[in-house]
């Protein structure tokens, strides 16, 4: 319970000191659901499910969504902001289970805020994606991709907490080039006709909230999450911050 409350304390600390941070996540994620609605609306119209484009953006969405738009987060190319924080959580008596408990209470936050927001306001604007699927249909959709967007997450706070500024800017381009380059490689192998969109929209209408590519996404998200948590706890004792 001790290291719950030093964690807790952290959240409160990042909050009190960057409030703005919720102010810019919310239009953040505003701006990505409303531009993202009418690509969903045109997906729906013609029943394109299978898009592997569909997939390209989603996958680079979803992960977003774990996180909180603070200070911290602009600077961290400028100022290798995150290596400074852990500079400073060491420097005074807090445990290192503490840092990173606070970090996943803070990611697994963000995810049910912009996803209410993101998921919310794209189901409102698009109205042949209402007409389509009903709203049980439609959660079942969107906690499958919380669930994919909370496995790839895990690796941005390995390297947020394991790698300068630097180094976590191009891991991010590299992700994007990967994401481009498996979209590239279904559509040369299978046309249109593999999509992790399609198929999960598939299933969310079939099955709507007993979906199991649903409950099976958020339990493989929530692993994944939560191995990439203690491993980046026992590495990030090692590293060198000097």
Not at 64 to 88: A, H, I, N, P, V
Not at 104 to 114: E, K
Not at 119 to 135: E, K, P, Q, W
Not at 205 to 231: D, N
Request: charged share 10%.
């Amino acid at each position: 319970m001790q290291i719950v409350n030093h964690a807790l304390k952290i959240v409160s600390r990042d909050i009190k000191c960057d409030k703005f941070q919720w102010l810019w996540t919310i239009i953040f994620m505003l701006y990505m659901a409303i531009s993202f609605s009418f690509m969903m609306n045109s997906l729906f119209k013609d029943h394109e499910f299978f898009n592997p484009f569909a997939d390209f953006l989603m996958l680079l969405v979803s992960p977003l969504m774990g996180l909180f738009f603070s200070r911290r987060s602009f600077k961290y190319l400028s100022e290798d902001s995150y290596t400074q924080m852990l500079f400073y959580y060491r420097s005074i008596p807090v445990p290192t289970e503490a840092v990173i408990l606070s970090r996943a209470f803070m990611g697994l936050t963000a995810f049910v805020m912009n996803g209410i927001i993101y998921f919310g306001v794209t189901y409102a604007i698009a109205s042949n994606l209402r007409s389509y699927m009903d709203l049980a249909a439609y959660a079942a959709f969107a906690i499958s991709w919380l669930g994919i967007g909370i496995l790839i997450n895990g690796l941005f706070i390995y390297f947020e907490f394991m790698s300068s500024g630097k180094a976590y800017f191009w891991f991010t381009i590299l992700l994007m080039f990967i994401f481009g380059v498996i979209m590239l490689g279904l559509v040369f192998v299978g046309g249109f006709k593999i999509s992790l969109f399609g198929y999960f929209v598939v299933a969310s209408y079939k099955w709507k909230l007993l979906s199991p590519v649903m409950w099976g996404s958020l339990a493989l998200g929530l692993t994944g999450y939560i191995l990439m948590c203690r491993l980046t706890y026992k590495r990030m004792q090692l590293r060198d911050l000097s």
